[in-house]
């Protein structure tokens, strides 16, 4: 049986606000919108957070209420609270299945703490939710290192990030040949992207042994660049495209 692994605290140096060694947090809406949670449940958390509330969030939802899906939308999660987050996707007292951070500021150097934890397989995660949290072709390169080897994750979401071609390009590699569980992909609303990737996006569709549903609305591709992706997943059954 695999020994237990403590969370690590983040650097008291990078912490934005001095903590003592009471762990309750002062943020009254956070412990009653925990307190009221169940057991194995969903936690939906919208409001700003600090570094300590992230970490309050940990020990009370995560680890105590075991939720499934934790998910913090525009809680200004930074890359110090993506950081914290990581470490505790690789404490086996949990069993988290979703981690849904939408419209955060968890940028390259969050993910960069996010995909080091989910490399291992010592997780129970499948979903994995960066909408809008200035994503670069960077983040991307370091989510693509981490899918050659997960082999939890099933849907992945980037969508409304600063991701162009170049990304893309190196994500869908990663997909194509080195991953077999990924079946959602979000890249929506990266208005960078453009029909220099339909070629590779078409070889994806065509050729991934576990993908069914890729969502690239609002991008920047042309009408004919839509078209013919469109063709390619009309010749496949239950595969689902919106372009």
Same mark, same amino acid.
């Given at each position: ?11 008291h ?8 060694n009471n ?21 939906y ?11 309050y969030?940990?020990?009370?939802a995560?680890?105590?209420?075991q939720?499934?899906?934790l ?8 890359s ?21 951070l939408?419209?955060?500021r ?18 129970? !995660? ?6 809008? =949290?200035? &994503?670069s #072709?960077? %983040?991307?390169?370091? @989510?693509?290192?981490m +899918? /050659?080897?997960n082999?939890? !994750?099933?849907v992945l979401?980037?969508?409304? =990030?600063? &991701?162009? #071609?170049? %990304?893309?390009?190196? @994500?869908?590699?990663? +997909? /194509? ?7 959602e992909?979000d890249?929506?609303?990266n208005?960078?992207?453009?029909d ?6 078409i ?5 991934s042994?576990?993908?069914k549903r ?6 920047n ?7 013919k ?9 239950n ?5």
């Amino acid at each position: 049986m695999a020994s237990k692994k403590k969370s690590k605290k983040v650097p008291h140096e990078v912490m934005n606000e001095s903590t003592d060694n009471n762990s309750e947090s002062e943020n009254l809406y956070l412990r009653q919108e925990i307190a009221r949670s169940p057991m194995y449940s969903t936690v939906y958390l919208s409001q700003d957070l600090n570094e300590r509330d992230i970490e309050y969030v940990v020990e009370e939802a995560v680890i105590k209420k075991q939720c499934r899906v934790l998910q913090l939308t525009r809680c200004k999660v930074t890359s110090i609270g993506a950081f914290i987050l990581a470490n505790t996707l690789n404490n086996t007292e949990n069993i988290l299945e979703e981690l849904l951070l939408l419209d955060n500021r968890v940028g390259d150097e969050g993910v960069l703490h996010l995909v080091k934890a989910l490399s291992t397989n010592e997780n129970n !995660l499948k979903v994995l939710d960066l909408t809008q =949290n200035r &994503i670069s #072709n960077v %983040g991307v390169k370091y @989510l693509a290192e981490m +899918i /050659q080897t997960n082999e939890r !994750l099933t849907v992945l979401r980037i969508a409304g =990030n600063e &991701i162009g #071609n170049q %990304g893309i390009q190196i @994500l869908i590699n990663a +997909i /194509q040949y080195h991953n077999k569980t990924l079946e959602e992909l979000d890249f929506c609303t990266n208005r960078s992207i453009d029909d220099e990737v339909v070629d590779c996006l078409i070889q994806l569709i065509k050729h991934s042994q576990t993908l069914k549903r890729l969502f690239l609305f609002n991008c920047n591709m042309s009408p004919n660049g839509k078209d013919k992706l469109m063709k390619t997943q009309k010749k496949l059954d239950n595969f689902w495209l919106m372009v």
